[in-house]
């Protein structure tokens, strides 16, 4: 526990660095003032728990709906199985296309999502490897750059990865006026800002999956997954 402990601790140290300086990060690239390091739980090993990646006979096409009321295209490669709390449960994994070689996107909410965490969901990743089987570090689930700023585009966890527990583990909300309760009203605040009034309705757009080829050579590279880009700022 104790290497585990500080290998994180410096994870997060360095990741502080990084938004706080470095010209990427959101907060320099977009001037959000007030950067204080990111808020985290507790690094607790319960939230350490082995995965089983069951995949689809063939990977599908999948379209997340965003934060801009679009949608992400991501290859919907299977589920990681899983026990959290004694429950069985389990979270679609996508592969966020070409250029981002063996990591893979795993978007999630849990019963802590528009309380204590960023309301339309935390991301976790994973390096595949041959055995399909995999430790899922809850203590290193993140924000998107959504959470920050509004300058960018991100994708919203299908509800298959709303999870019915709640898991007080790695990031927690950036800031509580940033912190929507689902990622509906994530949408609609954001109309609301472009346009000047809110929609009585709420927007249905949902997420939509087809059949794709299997990932090819192609796909690689040794690069992480893009689940985040920068759009220009709508006034």
Not at 102 to 129: C, H, I, K, Q, W
Not at 133 to 148: G, I, K, S, T, V
Not at 207 to 231: E, F, Y
């Amino acid at each position: 526990m104790g290497d585990y402990t500080e290998e994180l601790e410096y994870e997060r140290t360095m990741k502080d660095r990084f938004m706080a300086h470095h010209a990427e990060s959101p907060f320099v690239a977009e001037s959000v003032q007030g950067f204080h390091g990111l808020q985290y739980f507790p690094i607790d090993p319960r939230y350490v728990v082995k995965g089983q990646l069951v995949r689809r006979p063939v990977p599908e096409e999948a379209f997340l709906r965003t934060n801009r009321d679009g949608q992400a295209v991501m290859r919907l490669l299977g589920e990681v199985r899983f026990r959290l709390g004694g429950k069985p449960l389990r979270l679609r994994v996508y592969h966020a296309g070409e250029g981002v070689g063996s990591s893979v996107f795993v978007p999630f909410r849990d019963a802590t999502s528009g309380r204590e965490t960023y309301g339309p969901g935390r991301y976790l990743t994973m390096e595949l490897n041959e055995t399909d089987e995999y430790d899922l570090d809850f203590n290193r689930a993140f924000n998107p750059y959504c959470a920050y700023t509004d300058a960018y585009e991100c994708g919203f966890p299908p509800a298959e990865n709303d999870l019915p527990v709640p898991v007080p583990a790695g990031e927690k909300v950036w800031s509580k006026a940033r912190n929507p309760a689902t990622p509906n009203t994530m949408v609609l605040d954001l109309v609301e800002k472009a346009t000047g009034h809110r929609p009585s309705t709420p927007l249905a757009r949902k997420a939509s999956v087809r059949k794709a080829p299997a990932p090819t050579k192609k796909h690689g590279t040794a690069r992480r997954p893009s689940v985040v880009k920068r759009t220009k700022r709508r006034t």
